[in-house]
């Protein structure tokens, strides 16, 4: 196991402490205070911050890694990646059917609200409640994404919460610019996230072993496109699409630290943004979403659209999820300032 001692970038909760250095309070450990509280008989221990030894708080490549190993895991963890944006070039060699552009913009909504919905709002912060066989069906659909598994992506999201737009942020455009939280970081966060972070998912047994096979999925539904409507089919509904949704991602963890207004003075930079909020069907309302991270809703006033919640509200309505969590009336207020003495 990693020691503190590793490198500068890697210095742990233990070691600040250590130090006498301040801890802040971050969303996440409140997050996962929540979660403790909600469910009592799930052993979460994340927040802890007396275990023995603690991860790495950064996720890039320990200084002792050999070049093989930096290149043979950026290569494993991207792969995936790189090959539907080639295969999306395939369809200007098989042209398109009017089933390949009619089923289209269903796939690409359906995959913008599973991201959403499913990776972040769900597994990131189990922010509603579902049974546990819709939750390894969301989990699949997560999976079919191509954005690896859900317990890798609330692990590296939740990180992202409690260290946002400091030097152990894995995208922070603050840190390492906007080309790199846009995608450069995939290709260089090769740690293992601190995977107690996501005990709580881990208790599971299904989804720890979706998490080994993540890729199932997405090959099915690449089989299934190709059954139904060939190659064409392939390279539009199922690469093309999976690319822009990843895109998607990229856009908040990049832009929304960027560019809009901050309605909340939270510790990082994090934004609101009606358009990339259109664009991410809910999740351009950033800098809501960082003040109070447990809520289902990120659009947190009614003008504020936010497709997804409506979504998640259809799904209540339904008895298909429950235990929606909605942001108190006391958070919805910007915390005012003192003034300066």
């Known amino acids: 196991m990693s020691t503190t001692h590793d490198t500068p970038l890697a210095v742990t909760a233990a070691a600040r402490a250590a130090n006498g250095e301040h801890l802040k309070e971050s969303p996440y450990s409140s997050l996962m205070a929540d979660l403790a509280e909600n469910k009592p008989d799930v052993p979460i221990a994340a927040h802890s911050r007396q275990p023995a030894e603690m991860p790495r708080s950064s996720l890039l490549p320990s200084p002792y890694r050999s070049w093989p190993w930096i290149l043979y895991n950026s290569a494993r963890g991207t792969w995936f990646l790189i090959l539907i944006h080639l295969g999306a070039l395939g369809v200007f060699f098989t042209g398109a059917t009017w089933l390949d552009w009619l089923l289209f913009p269903a796939i690409m909504y359906a995959r913008g609200l599973i991201t959403t919905i499913g990776y972040h709002r769900y597994f990131a912060h189990r922010s509603f409640k579902t049974s546990r066989v819709g939750q390894f069906v969301l989990a699949c659909l997560c999976c079919a994404n191509l954005q690896r598994g859900p317990l890798w992506w609330a692990a590296i999201h939740r990180h992202h919460h409690r260290h946002s737009d400091e030097v152990e942020d894995a995208h922070s455009p603050l840190q390492g610019g906007f080309l790199w939280s846009y995608a450069g970081w995939m290709f260089a966060t090769l740690e293992d996230p601190d995977w107690g972070s ?144």
């Open 198 to 341: 996501v005990r709580d998912l881990r208790r599971y047994p299904e989804l720890v072993w979706l998490e080994r096979f993540w890729l199932l999925p997405g090959l099915l539904l690449a089989g299934a496109c190709w059954l139904v409507g060939g190659w064409s089919m392939v390279w539009l509904d199922f690469c093309l699409t999976a690319a822009i949704a990843v895109h998607g991602a990229a856009v908040i963890n990049s832009l929304s630290h960027m560019i809009g207004s901050r309605r909340y003075p939270t510790p990082d930079q994090s934004r609101n943004s009606m358009l990339l909020a259109i664009i991410t069907l809910g999740d351009g309302w950033h800098n809501n979403h960082h003040h109070y991270p447990h809520a289902a809703q990120a659009g947190f006033f009614w003008w504020e659209i936010d497709g997804s919640f409506r979504l998640i509200r259809l799904l209540e309505r339904l008895g298909l999820v429950w235990g929606v969590r909605r942001v108190p009336a006391h958070k919805l207020q910007p915390a005012v300032r003192p003034p300066l003495a």
